[in-house]
């Protein structure tokens, strides 16, 4: 995994439990353990205080378990979450609460590997998309001087202009998306997910702000967390309950709920 470094705090009731996430971490030196925890609430607590970026958290402990812990956290105060439990019963309420993962015991060094991998992927893209924010509010907040090039005139109420790029981040660099480039939109937390040519990135910006920036024209939105650029769409399948899938020419399937069907049918000319 990326050498950055990524704070962690280790949450179960059992000794053991703690001495092998310890032990896993062994080889991943960039991993740096701020706190051990035995019960939800000293961990409640440790979260807030430490703000680690991420938590192997356990779901059954006293007091309060990894799931109950979770609705406690304000989406601000939330790291990455990994659930490491013996049972495999929780798996679908830790991924509709947006775990990064679900370690089911026992585990392997490979399978755990695996995981330190998808988060430091993970985190890169959060710092992405946080410095991408960053600077778009640098801009924002510094208008051009006399030596810029002249402003165009301004333009009347009844006039809008959408986002030709949006600012991002990979690799250490910050660079811009073209939007005639993007595939389609899904949100993500606080993000939003730019799905382009196969590739994901992750933006500091709500759902709302990002559709209004861009042309309805071109985009619409089939579910109140998908948006997708209208001529990647190649065809609707009914799916059932009222609703369709959505197949893109990528081979991407995703859904198109029914309070949206008739947006989706408008921007598509099937009305």
Known sequence: MSERKISALIVDDEVLGRDLIRHMLRPHPAVHVVAECADGEKALAAIRRHRPDLVFLDIQMPKLNGLALLQRLG?????????ITAYDAYAIKAFEAQALDYLLKPFDQERFDQMLAR???RLAQLAAASLGQDLR??????????????????????ETVFAERVVVKASGRVFFVGVAEIDWLEASGNYVALHVAGRTHLVHETMAAMEARLNPAHFVRIHRSTIVKVDRIKELRPHFNGEYNVLLKDGTQLKLSRGQIGQAKAALGLD
């Open 119 to 121: 988060a430091g992927h």
């Open 75 to 83: 989406a601000e105060d939330r790291p990455l979450i990994v659930f």
């Open 137 to 158: 509010s640098m801009l924002a907040a510094h208008p051009a001087t006399p030596a810029d090039p002249p402003r165009v005139p301004a333009m009347r109420p009844s």
